[in-house]
C-alpha cells in the first residue's frame, strides 16, 4: 500500500526532493532524536533488511546507518569494497538485481554517481546516496537540522562555505540551501570553484525560494554577515595525491579565530562534516606538517574546540537524520503534510 510521496523512494541527490519534501525530513529527524532521547520505541522497519555499500571508508556514515536499522527493528548487512565484486567482477546492474531481491533497501557509498543510480534503477528498493563524487545528500539533512537546532529555522541563515568548492560537501550545499531559501556562499580559491553546471542548477532554485548565492575568492566579503562557517577537507577521499596543491591554494581559507572574527557575529557557529585536520593527531595531519610545515590544515584547533562548535552535535544528528530518510521511504508511513 502506498501510503506517502516517499514510500518507496531513493535519495540520491538533494535535486530530487522539494523544499517541503525536505523539511518534512529535517523536521521528521528531530522528532526521532526527541523519541529516541525519551526511551521511546519507534521500530517502523521491522523484519526488513538493509545492505551498506561501502567502496569508501566511513565513521559517521556507516555507524549512522547502522544503529539507526536497529533502533528501527530492521537488520543491516555491511558489504565492503574487498566483500562484493561491484563493477569489478559483477555489473553494478547485475548486483542491484540480486541485492534488490533479498534487500528492502540499499545504502551507497563510493566514487561513481552513476553507480548509485544504477543501483536505484536496476535494485527495485529504496537506495540512498551515503556519499559519491558529486553529492552528499543524507548529510544535508543532518547539517540543515543542526542549523534548524540552532537558529530555529533554515531559512535566511547565512551560510558560508570555506575550502574546496568543487567537492561532494561543497555542491550538496549549494543546492540544498538554494532549495530550502538558506543563503550560500562559497569562499574558495577561483581554481576550486564550482562547476557552471552546479551554480546554475543552484541558481534556478534560489530564484524560486529567495534565497542568495555568492560564489567568491574574496574571504572578507564571504564571510562578513555569515550565520555559519562551514568547511571540509581540503583533500576528498580519492584525492590523496593533491594535498600539495590544496595547501598551497587553500591556506588562506582556512577557519581560525580571524575569519570567526570577520563574520561579525559573536554567535556564528561552526560546522564540519568530519574528519577533520585540526591538529596533527592522525597520519596524514603528522604527514602534512612534515612536509608543508603546517599542523592545522582547514580549520584551527582553537576553532574546533571553541564554543562556536558544532561539529560534534551535527555528527550526531546524522544517525536521527538518517534514521528518518529509511523510515521514511520504506516504512509505510501516513504521511499526509507533503
Ligand atoms: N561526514 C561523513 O560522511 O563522515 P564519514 O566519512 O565518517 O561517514
Ligand atoms: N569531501 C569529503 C567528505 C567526507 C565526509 C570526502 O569526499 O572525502
Not at 156 to 185: C, E, F, H, K, P
Not at 224 to 236: E, F, P, Q, R
Not at 273 to 288: K, Q, R, S
Amino acid at each position: 500500500m502506498i501510503t506517502s510521496k516517499f514510500q518507496g523512494r531513493s535519495l540520491l541527490a538533494e535535486k530530487d526532493f522539494t523544499k517541503e519534501e525536505l523539511m518534512y525530513l529535517i523536521d521528521f529527524s528531530e522528532h526521532l532524536k526527541d523519541l529516541k532521547k525519551r526511551g521511546i520505541p519507534h521500530r517502523y522497519l521491522e523484519g526488513k533488511n538493509i545492505a551498506l555499500l561501502f567502496e569508501k571508508s566511513s565513521t559517521r556514515t556507516r555507524s549512522a546507518f547502522t544503529v539507526a536499522s536497529i533502533d528501527l527493528g530492521a537488520h543491516p548487512e555491511y558489504l565492503g569494497k574487498d566483500d562484493i565484486q561491484l563493477g569489478k567482477k559483477e555489473s553494478v546492474e547485475d548486483t542491484a538485481r540480486v541485492l534488490g531481491s533479498m534487500f528492502d533497501g540499499i545504502e551507497f557509498r563510493g566514487f561513481k554517481q552513476s553507480n548509485v543510480e544504477k543501483l536505484a534503477e536496476f535494485s527495485g528498493v529504496p537506495v540512498w546516496n551515503g556519499l559519491t563524487d558529486e553529492w552528499h545528500p543524507t548529510q544535508m539533512i543532518a547539517d540543515f537540522l543542526t542549523i534548524k537546532e540552532n537558529f530555529g529555522h533554515v531559512e535566511g541563515v547565512t551560510l558560508a562555505y570555506a575550502g574546496d568548492g568543487r567537492n561532494n560537501m561543497a555542491n550538496s550545499l549549494l543546492v540544498t540551501g538554494a532549495i530550502l531559501g538558506a543563503n550560500i556562499r562559497i569562499v574558495s580559491p577561483k581554481a576550486l570553484f564550482p562547476d557552471q553546471e552546479i551554480i546554475d542548477m543552484a541558481q534556478e532554485f534560489a530564484e524560486k525560494s529567495g534565497s542568495k548565492l555568492m560564489i567568491t575568492d574574496d574571504v572578507q566579503e564571504g564571510v562578513k554577515d555569515a550565520d555559519v562557517l562551514y568547511t571540509d577537507v581540503w583533500v576528498s577521499m580519492g584525492e590523496e595525491d593533491k594535498f600539495e596543491e590544496r595547501v598551497n591554494l587553500l591556506k588562506p581559507y582556512q577557519i581560525n579565530m580571524d575569519m570567526i572574527k570577520a563574520t561579525g557575529k559573536e554567535d556564528v557557529i561552526l560546522l564540519h562534516c568530519l574528519p577533520a585536520f585540526h591538529d596533527t593527531n592522525t597520519e596524514y595531519g603528522e604527514m602534512v606538517k612534515e612536509r608543508f610545515g603546517i599542523s592545522e590544515m582547514e580549520v584551527t584547533d582553537e576553532v574546533f574546540r571553541s564554543s562556536h562548535a558544532r561539529q560534534f552535535d551535527q555528527a550526531e544528528n546524522r544517525m536521527h537524520s538518517i534514521k528518518a530518510i529509511m523510515a521514511a521511504t520504506m516504512g509505510n508511513l501516513f504521511i499526509p503534510k507533503v
